[in-house]
């Protein structure tokens, strides 16, 4: 069986039954919860943490939820923003709009760890997908340089472009490294 790892999650909200009920809810062996009162202080812990969920029970002391959770929709937490149900239309069609889940405060607690449970899954999701866009980046800067470096040998030692491709292949074969490499070491050398 495979160990899952803890997902961190911060709660924000002036209420502190609303964290209290947050931790029962939430299993500790899958959750590490925290707990904060105000925006301005999760701004300031959630520069020195990572967390993968933010749950936010609106409106908060010092500034609007809904504002607080946009200025994280592009990061990889989940965002989760309960609101009064006075609320909730409004805000969840801008929620919505932004990737952010919105419930209403009216919801039973088991929606609540229902739609926790579907944001973990979501960010799991959201870091897989992450990995492998880094990988393509890393692959796509790969070609550039391979490519630049190939470029350097058939302006500077007038190779055609098969023989530039046919060299960086047998030296990276031969030296045992990567073409980015060779590529590189090609670039130091003709500059």
Partial sequence: ????????????????????????????????VEHTCSGGEARRLIVNRQFDILVINAPLPDEHGLSFATDYVDSSMGIL???PPET?????????????IVLSSSNPPAFVYVAIKMISSMVKRLERLEKKNRTLQEKMEDIRIVNKAKWALIDKNKMNE??????????????????????????????
């Fill in 81 to 83: 923003l309960v609101c």
């Fill in 162 to 191: 098969a023989e530039a491709h046919k060299y960086i292949e047998k030296m990276a074969m031969d030296k045992r490294i990567s073409r980015r490499e060779v590529a590189e070491m090609i670039l130091d050398m003709l500059d």
């Fill in 88 to 100: 909730y239309d409004a805000l969840s069609a801008d929620g919505e709009e932004n990737g952010i």
């Fill in 1 to 32: 069986m495979k160990l899952r790892s803890l997902k961190n999650v911060l709660v924000i909200s002036e209420n502190k039954t609303f964290f209290d009920s947050m931790k029962l809810i939430l299993p500790p062996d899958e959750f590490a």
